[in-house]
């Protein structure tokens, strides 16, 4: 056996014997030789032996710097982390060898502390050393300043509770506010500031709940409890803004829901799924719909079946499809209402507006139009008995707006005067109407008082009067003024007395 493996061995006697700590890294070397007889010179210091971005051998304070620091991918990473807290240029100096020279290094930040470096047969010595004051903080203790200082001066209420409910810690804030309430801050555990039971009481890990301060004024914070040993930990964070912005949320739904309730159209909102998650009294009483079944949110296909099985839906010859079709409506791009007129089989007309929106839910509204289609369909009606009076007659009518435009003619006039207004490019006036009338009479001033009368330039008052058209034919005029500004302008091939004045009109 060479004489440095007994040399080895002897060393790690002495230092068992000596109980000093140390790990070992890799196969016994001379440099590890080296590295003990370093290390056990200074049992009692903070030292670190090191071999390029290896360490050898560490004292016992060393390695529990380490194990208190950030861990890192290895030890050496680990301790570059710890010291470049106290001393930032350690990782550009260990970046390249010594040289056999030695450096000390003073912390910028903690100005006990000094870091001596060493170069000894290839390796590296680094001690740390606290000069004036041994209890002066390491990177871990740094490092848990920080957070002290971070908790107390956090803006949030952060506190501690025994298992007894007693306040047993409290950082500033939490402190602030029992100061505010003119709580005695001298007397121990602190008065609390929220009931916290039902959330202690909660189970699983950390649970939050919206409490509200018990005394003075009322305010909202969003509690979150976390048990800790014995004890309880809560943060606490403002949730008034959140409270204002629910409560008015409510209001307004409520003043929503208000304002359905009392509308005459039927209701129907189906989200995107498809299920129907909002309705209206109105809804029920226009399909009678039973209450219960739409209380029990069913979809829309189910929706619409239903509505077929009471015979309030239009009949369709392929209801299936139809349904379909209108389960589609806002699966595609457009997102435009869909506004459609049912013809129920009990005689009622519904109109249907289907408004899809953005996010995948559709909006059903159902208007009982009935009375409005009645009246529509009863006045249309009444217009083309008169315009079929007005074409059987034989006299040729034409109305004019006050503004002179031509607004009706009946199929005496189109036969007369050989023109179809409809077919026009635009809408004819009375000065299109009476330069064609002169192209087939003769001359004659009558046209030029026509214009007149509809221009404001002369009185409004009824008169007759004769034309000659182009073949001979005499043929009586009259115009006649209304109420509503309107004139009648007609034309007959019997005789009529030749400019017959009657009463001025008035407006």
């Keep these: 056996m060479s004489l440095g493996i007994w040399a080895a061995v002897g060393v790690i006697g002495a230092m068992i014997g000596a109980g000093l700590a140390y790990r070992v890294y890799y196969a016994t070397t001379p440099k590890r030789v080296s590295a003990r007889l370093m290390v056990s010179e200074a049992a009692q210091e903070t030292v670190w032996i090191v071999d390029g971005d290896r360490i050898l051998d560490a004292t016992d304070s060393a390695e529990g710097y380490l194990r208190n620091g950030p861990h890192q991918t290895n030890d050496f990473d680990t301790l570059l982390a710890q010291l470049s807290l106290m001393f930032p240029q350690i990782g550009e100096i260990l970046a ?29 010595r680094i001690a740390l050393h606290h000069n004036a004051d041994p209890s002066a903080p390491t990177g871990a203790q740094s490092e848990l300043t920080l957070l002290r200082a971070t908790v107390k001066n956090a803006p949030y209420l952060l506190w501690q509770e025994s298992s007894d409910s007693d306040v047993i810690w409290a950082n500033d804030a939490y402190l602030g506010r029992i100061s505010a309430q003119q709580a005695d801050l001298r007397t121990w555990p602190l008065p609390p500031l929220f009931a916290t039971e039902t959330i202690k009481n909660a189970r699983g890990g950390a649970a939050t709940r919206r409490l509200k301060i018990t005394e003075g004024q009322e305010q909202w914070f969003d509690v979150t409890c976390v048990h800790h040993d014995e004890s309880y930990l809560f943060f606490a964070c403002p949730a008034d ?28 909102i189906f989200n995107r799924d498809r299920e129907l998650t909002l309705f209206n009294p109105a809804l029920s009483d226009l399909l009678n719909m039973p209450v219960d079944m739409l209380i029990g949110r069913p979809k829309m296909p189910a929706f619409f079946d239903k509505m077929r099985e009471l015979r309030m839906l239009p009949e369709q010859k392929a209801y299936a499809e139809w349904r379909d079709g209108f389960l589609s409506i806002g699966t595609q791009d457009s997102i435009e209402p869909i506004c459609q007129t049912w013809d129920i089989p009990n005689g009622s007309t519904f109109q249907v507006t289907a408004k899809p929106h953005s996010e995948g839910a559709i909006t059903l509204m159902f208007e009982d139009v009935t009375q409005q289609v009645s009246s529509t369909r009863k006045n249309r009606s009444a217009i083309e008995q008169h315009r079929a009076i007005l074409d059987a007659s034989p006299e040729a009518i034409a109305v004019f707006d006050p503004s002179g435009a031509l ?19 635009g809408q004819m006036t009375v000065t299109d109407c009476t330069r064609h009338w002169a192209e087939l009479s003769d001359p004659t001033p009558l046209w030029g008082d026509i214009r007149d009368c509809l221009n404001g330039a002369a009185n409004r008052e009824a008169w007759t009067d004769q034309i000659q058209m182009k073949d001979g034919t005499q043929t009586a005029l009259r115009m006649t003024p209304l109420a509503d500004g309107r004139f009648v302008v007609g034309f007959m091939t019997s005789e009529l007395p030749t400019r017959a004045r009657t009463i001025e009109l008035t407006q």
């Excluded at 010594?98 to 590296?124: F, V, Y």
């Excluded at 803004?241 to 129907?268: C, M, N, W, Y």
């Design 96 to 124: 390249s060898p010594l040289d056999a020279q030695n450096i000390t290094l003073s912390s910028p930040s903690h100005p006990n502390n000094t870091l001596c470096l060493e170069a000894w047969e290839g390796l590296t």
């Design 407 to 425: 607004t009706f003619c009946n199929a005496a006039y189109r036969t007369m005067w050989k023109v179809d207004p409809d077919a026009a490019f």
């Design 241 to 268: 803004e959140i409270v204002k912005a629910e409560r008015s949320l409510h209001d307004f739904v409520q003043t929503l829901t208000k304002t359905f309730a009392e509308l005459p159209t039927g209701l129907a």
